[in-house]
């Protein structure tokens, strides 16, 4: 039985429904990114205290530019969070900062060491999501960084190997998400870029998920994130894994690879990259339209869900906004022409 | 009893005040990165990050003195994307590593440059070793669109390296770094080629040249052609394998000096002096060899590290060799 029905709007306005959702982060206002430099300093009278409240500030407004959009489903951007695994190392036993490190050229991040057994100590998005909820009126996706990334992109100085602090960190976000659907949350997105990087190592990610999905009540969305690599290496192997969405980026390759999902056939929901989120063009109503047309390839529009490639937060905030809402825009017409049988679907993925 | 020399790969991580100074210098974009005709203002932060990482060799004790390729933003491609005749594509992966480099594109004759030249000029060291990637890998890391056929190519990227180091200052050792024998072993005739082109480099210098390969063991019918090469010492990944290393020099021999990769460059946790001698005397023991001189080095370059690390494996590296010769 599909958990996706919880998310169709009381006012949707076709009998198709085609979940949109976003996939993670989105640009912070300037002026967030201003406050918080004036935090660290010094000399400067803006405290912690103004910063959260200035955060607080932000999620409202990301929140309301999603929920103007018009997405089914919201977040609050991440403004919270500074990256995607430095912002859960900080909240992890057994972790330590020993400085930044090179990515390429001049972008560094603070790569984190595991010096000891990693442990749950504090909450990582309970609050988080407590905020985004009260605040939102649409229901909130929770995007959090899955076991395998946090462990690969962490210098392991207290496991055998990778795949048994992997094992570790599951456990954790395990415990994790199950505070979080105790607040109440109903969809999650866990994100694994690393395995992209070495799509060897799938079978570690699925261990992963079996642990991540314990005692997880059905009706709880469980999403999988995996960007930029051979989507041809994991698959048809991904489809053993426990979850109810794999989210892809097809959109940046020109949906070269779609053609990987369409055999052996798919058997979970898709959640499909329909924009760029490394160019400033916004795409157009109907070239997303096209895009999300791609997706019938693969599955029928009921296990289709619609979303940009990956995180938005590095396009400039006015695109990523147009981007969201054509994408939107794109959505509710495909969904309207399905409703008018105005789309062939061929006769592999229509519904019976 | 072996000359033990403690010494390193090169590339090492820039110094944060550096990081901080050159990104505000230079940008965080493509087009921002080090093309070889750097203003003043980056040669300069340049220069005092140099000193800085050669006062550190000094200070850990290091028998050889590396420039530290802090300029390297595209790391073992540097020499190729700083060249008149490369243009730079998109960032592509720098091997199996969360780590991006320019994509080379050769687009007229590699004709020598004299850039590494000029930046081993600037060492101020009477121990200093050159390193630069060796033919096969600079040849796998780049896309070639002028020479045109693979085998031109790579004879061409070796003749350009040896014009490079015709340049070089006086150096005891140069350490040809050569992952993708490992990483994109070659194939058939390639194997006899790669060995060839080494030859060809190493030909260019009188110095002691170790070909040092890493991320695993090369396979070993490279191994045995690579063997023909004319180089004074093979290095060895121990890290990442130290059984199929083994087997290589067992089964194949190695040269009268070896250089072994004992401490791990991607990885925090610091070796203690006492490890790493304990692991020299592994590979002596299970090598059964009595080798004339064994250069002890991380497995890899360095910059994957945070600087305090960073700073502390070479530390252990010294430390390493000095506690080694006293129980001698």
């Known amino acids: ?352 | 009893m072996t000359e033990l020399i403690a010494t390193t790969p090169g590339l090492y991580p820039l110094p944060d005040w550096a990081k901080d100074e050159l990104s505000e210098l230079k940008g965080h974009q493509k087009g921002d990165l080090i093309s070889g005709d750097e203003g003043p203002e980056v040669v300069d932060a340049y220069d005092r990050a140099r000193s800085e990482v050669v006062d550190a060799q000094a200070d850990a004790g290091l028998d050889r003195v590396v420039e530290g390729q802090l300029r390297w933003d595209d790391m073992l491609a540097h020499p190729l994307t700083v060249h008149e005749n490369v243009e730079t594509g998109g960032i592509v992966r720098y091997y199996d590593n969360n780590n991006f480099y320019r994509d080379p594109q050769v687009r007229g004759e590699l004709t020598p440059s004299g850039d590494v030249a000029a930046e081993l000029a600037a060492v101020d060291t009477d121990a200093l070793q050159a390193v630069l990637p060796g033919p096969y890998s600079l040849a796998d890391l780049a896309t070639d669109e002028y020479y045109g056929d693979e085998a031109d190519f790579l004879d061409a990227v070796a003749e350009f390296l040896a014009g490079e180091v015709d340049a070089f200052p006086s150096h005891e050792t140069l350490f040809l770094l050569e992952p993708s024998l490992v990483e994109n072993a070659p194939t058939d005739d390639a194997n006899e080629r790669a060995s060839a082109a080494i030859d060809a480099v190493a030909d260019a210098t009188d110095a002691d040249v170790v070909v040092h390969t890493y991320w695993g063991a090369i396979p070993e019918k490279t191994y045995a052609h690579l063997m023909d090469a004319d180089v004074d010492a093979i290095g060895f990944d121990f890290v990442t394998d130290a059984d199929a290393s083994l087997y290589n020099i067992n089964e194949y021999g190695t040269k009268d000096q070896v250089a072994m990769g004992l401490v791990d460059g991607q990885n925090t946790l610091v070796e203690s002096p006492e490890t790493i001698r304990d692991r020299v005397e592994w590979v002596d023991e299970n090598t059964h060899t009595d080798f004339e001189r064994t250069y002890v080095t991380s497995n890899t370059e360095l910059f994957y590290l945070p600087v305090n690390k960073f700073e502390d494996k070479l530390e252990a590296l010294g430390d390493a060799a000095a506690l080694a010769e006293v129980d001698a």
């Not at chain 1, 992109?153 to 207290?158: L, T």
């Not at chain 1, 499909?272 to 109907?286: A, F, K, N, Y």
């Not at chain 1, 938005?312 to 006015?318: F, G, H, I, W, Y």
């Not at chain 1, 054509?326 to 061929?346: F, S």
């Open chain 1, 1 to 352: 039985m599909s958990n996706r029905e919880q998310f169709r709007p009381d006012d949707h306005p076709n009998e198709h429904f085609l979940l949109t959702s976003i996939v993670g982060s989105y640009p912070k206002p300037k002026w967030l990114n201003r406050v918080s430099d004036l935090a660290e300093d010094p000399d400067s009278k803006f405290t912690e205290e103004h910063l959260h409240e200035a955060h607080d500030d932000a999620c409202r407004v990301i929140i309301d530019e999603h929920e103007r959009t018009g997405l089914d489903t919201v977040s609050d951007g991440e403004m919270r969070r500074n990256e995607m695994v430095e912002f859960f190392a900080d909240r992890i036993e057994g972790y330590e900062f020993n400085g930044p490190v090179k990515v390429w050229g001049h972008n560094y991040f603070d790569k984190p060491s595991v010096v000891d057994d990693v442990e749950y100590a504090e909450s990582w998005l309970v609050d988080e999501f407590e905020f985004t909820h009260a605040a939102a009126s649409k229901p909130v996706k929770v995007p959090i960084t899955g076991p395998y990334t946090l462990a690969s992109w962490s210098f392991n100085e207290a496991y055998e190997d990778d795949a048994e602090l992997s094992y570790a960190l599951a456990d954790l976000v395990n415990e994790e998400i199950e505070a979080l659907v105790e607040a109440g949350a109903r969809y999650i997105q866990i994100d694994e870029p690393a395995l992209a990087t070495t799509p060897d190592d799938y079978a570690i990610v699925g261990e992963c998920l079996d642990r991540i999905v314990a005692n997880i009540p059905d009706e709880v969305r469980i999403g999988l994130h995996v960007c930029y690599g051979d989507y041809s290496r994991i698959y048809p192997e991904l489809l053993e894994y426990p979850i109810d969405e794999f989210d892809v980026e097809l959109c940046n390759g020109d949906y070269e690879q779609i053609d990987v999902f369409t055999d052996p056939e798919f058997t979970t929901d898709l959640a499909l990259g329909v924009v760029d989120v490394h160019t400033t063009d916004v795409e157009s109503v109907e070239e997303i339209k096209e895009n999300i047309k791609q997706g019938f390839k693969v599955v029928p529009p009921e296990n289709l869900t619609v979303s940009p490639d990956c995180g938005v937060k590095l396009l400039p905030r006015e695109v990523a906004r147009q981007k969201i809402e054509n994408m939107v825009t794109a959505t509710r017409e495909i969904e309207a022409e399905l409703d008018a049988g105005e789309i062939d679907l061929g006769p592999e993925v229509s519904a019976d």
